[in-house]
């Protein structure tokens, strides 16, 4: 795509019909296609990105990931269509919503009979990997590689399913799944065909356990708390005070490495022990009360979660240099994300799923040599993990098919985005009751935003205007603004239907109570 029309000099004319075969085979020659490198992360929030800012982008920054967004676009409003791993991986997957892929929460099975990204780009020439975390719990399909975490995975020593071989590894998950990938790039890449590979992490999901290296970073230093750490969920509906996923009640003492019953070797558990243990014998011994435990627990969740980052932006680092090392950097299309956002302490809540900012938007970050500007940022456009399958396949110049849901984002990076471009973006988590989060859907303008949590009897509805409440503390459902209220309720009704959601709204809760 970066490259003109091979061109034809005067005295050497085919013709036509040849010419025509010479001009589509030389578009398509492998040279002319770009690589695909998706780098993927778990509950990666854009609080601790940056290149996105915020209060932690100084005192944590994240270099490698800000070389991605310099030279490239980063996204400010990619919204997930389900805030949770298993369901946002089957999105990626398949281009389609939950209700159409079959995957609606966590420990539910991937279909890998149906049709995939990665089986198109297969079908198109494209060699396929993905290494990391899977979490879709069926055996990979449409990869010519695969070794892959079961289940979360572990942050130390960790089995990869390797092509249907169980082979164990010793050493820093995040670290060998970069190693791996370099491997493969290496030893296993066919130069004959442009590859797609995703590299996924586990990191920095829960519970977070740093490498041994990064242990100390951080340990001087008062991480600033959210404003909203102490929220008493008064203003909102009453769903997110029923919430479990609380910085002091459900912070528990895994969570916060009190407790560690890892897989650690002797010789990693040795400097994790002596780093841990003292700091909390210390803690344990103060006697803190439920204020100051909450900012001690914040404290140690936050730095740990950072340190857990750090490694992840390390690994950033390796493949760029990688690829700028090989060459391939100028072919290769790197495109990083996470499966959802996630809460640093925003609304006392760790975790992820509900619709609100922090977890609807994931990070979207995008580098294409030659094409997508350098130092972009897109704050505009609604983007969404629903496109990155057309996307994927539109960078390999596939056919994308009918099915598929969302839009290719090619344009979008070649800033040339389309005028009927999507204006409002439909959510759907499913996973009723997980951490004390009902099932609930909603859409949004960007700016405006409607969450409906069906119930049989009684519905809630919460409606936030994030332009005078960004960090939303007030619902005005029913209260002001009747006009935008009806807007998005038309919306609502409206993608549903686009989407092929069932008509009965009930359906998802009826299907989610009975597991
Ligand atoms: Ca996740």
């Not at 020439?125 to 899977?134: D, E, F, H, L, N």
């Not at 014998?281 to 803190?288: G, K, P, Q, R, S």
């Not at 209260?479 to 038309?490: A, G």
């Amino acid at each position: 795509m970066q490259n003109p029309l091979p061109r034809i000099s005067p005295p050497f004319r085919l013709p036509i019909g040849l010419a025509l075969a010479f001009f589509a085979s030389s578009l398509f020659a492998k040279e002319e296609r770009p690589n695909i490198l998706f780098i993927f992360t778990d509950d990666h929030a854009t609080q601790a990105i940056s290149a996105y800012g915020g209060m932690l982008a100084e005192i944590a920054p994240t270099p490698h990931l800000d070389r991605l967004a310099a030279e490239g676009i980063l996204f400010r409003k990619c919204y997930v269509t389900n805030s949770i791993c298993g369901p946002a991986r089957a999105v990626i997957q398949t281009g389609k919503y939950s209700h159409l892929n079959g995957f609606r929460q966590n420990g539910d099975r991937f279909d890998g009979s149906q049709s995939t990204a990665p089986k198109y780009l297969q079908k198109a020439g494209y060699q396929t990997a993905v290494i990391g975390k899977w979490h879709l719990a069926s055996t990979p399909t449409g990869y010519d590689h695969f070794e892959v975490l079961r289940g979360q995975g572990a942050y130390y020593n960790p089995m990869l399913i390797t092509n249907g071989e169980n082979v164990d590894h010793v050493g820093y998950t995040t670290d060998l799944i970069t190693e791996q990938s370099l491997d493969w790039l290496e030893d296993e890449r066919d130069p004959d065909k442009p590859f797609f590979l995703m590299v996924q992490q586990k990191a920095p999901h829960g519970r977070w356990e740093p490498a041994i290296r990064h242990l100390e970073l951080f340990d001087d230093i008062e991480i600033p708390e959210p404003p909203t750490l102490f929220d008493d969920y008064s203003g909102r509906a009453r769903p997110i005070s029923q919430n479990r996923a609380r910085m002091l009640e459900e912070m528990n003492d895994f969570r916060l490495m009190i407790k560690y019953s890892s897989k650690h070797t002797p010789e990693q558990l040795k400097p994790f022990d002596a780093y841990f243990r003292p700091r909390n014998e210390a803690m344990l011994a103060d006697n803190l009360n439920d204020f100051e435990r909450k900012k001690w627990n914040y404290q140690r969740y936050i730095k740990n979660y950072l340190r857990c980052v750090k490694a992840v932006d390390e690994s950033i680092g390796e493949l760029l240099e990688y690829l700028d090392e090989t060459g391939l950097a100028d072919n290769t299309i790197v495109i990083y994300s996470s499966d959802q956002g996630f809460y640093l302490g925003e609304h006392g809540l760790f975790d992820k799923r509900w619709m609100y900012e922090e977890s609807l938007r994931t990070p979207l970050l995008v580098r294409w040599p030659g094409v997508a500007k350098a130092g972009t940022v897109n704050d505009s456009d609604i983007v969404s993990n629903l496109d990155y399958a057309q996307t994927f396949l539109d960078l390999a110049g596939a056919d994308i098919p009918d099915d598929m849901q969302g839009r290719s984002l090619v344009p979008v990076f070649k800033n040339e985005t389309p005028k009927d471009w999507r204006k409002y973006h439909y959510y759907h988590y499913y996973e009723h009751g997980g951490h004390g989060v009902p099932l609930h859907f909603g859409v949004t303008d960007g700016r405006f935003k409607l969450i409906r949590y069906p119930d049989k009897e009684n519905d809630t509805w919460e409606l936030f205007d994030l332009e005078s409440d960004p960090m939303e503390m007030k619902n005005i459902y029913g209260q002001t603004n009747p006009e935008i209220q009806k807007t998005l309720e038309t919306q609502l009704k409206r993608l549903r239907a686009a989407y092929d959601l069932p008509e009965d709204e009930l359906e998802g809760l009826k299907a989610s109570s009975q597991r």
